[in-house]
């Protein structure tokens, strides 16, 4: 009895372990992005969170990175259109507008969890990120809105 109860605890440990780290967490490692993340930007369906945005800066490279990550409400683990896109914009100082100079971008079907990473050098210049996510029926857009985080 001792030892059919302790492989149940043991068995119960491994389940709430599991449940514990589900999604992944916004480590730039996790993504394939080096450097700090600097940003979270929501993918919105009407007022439902599909996924986030987050973007990183590499103080050392000079590089921004961005990955669009889907929650539960988006279809976190199950296939689906997926986008996100970073762009290194002329502009010096943030503005309602970008002007790009160049991007990187990753977009297909399926994607399960996240999409990207996408890099671009933007050292002394602003950035601009924007994703999208396609699950339900439904088209979730996220975006910063014009030249941002420059630097």
Do not use: W
């Not at 683990?77 to 100079?101: A, L, N, W």
């Amino acid at each position: 009895m001792l030892r059919k109860a302790t492989a149940m605890l043991g068995s119960l440990g491994i389940a709430a372990a599991i449940l514990v780290v589900g999604a992944p967490t916004a480590s730039a490692g996790g993504y394939g992005c080096a450097g700090s993340q600097i940003a979270t930007y929501p993918v919105k369906y009407g007022s439902t969170t599909y996924g986030n945005i987050y973007v990183y800066y590499d103080a050392a490279t000079g590089n921004n990175c961005a990955v669009n990550v889907a929650t539960t409400a988006g279809g976190y683990g199950k296939d689906k259109y997926m986008e996100v896109q970073i762009t290194r914009c002329s502009e010096t100082s943030t503005s309602s507008t970008c002007h790009v100079v160049t991007q990187d971008y990753e977009g297909y079907y399926p994607f399960k969890y996240y999409a990207g990473p996408v890099t671009v050098n933007a050292a002394g210049r602003c950035i601009n990120v924007s994703a999208e996510i396609v699950y339900g029926g439904n088209t979730a857009k996220g975006t910063n809105y014009g030249a941002d985080h420059c630097g």
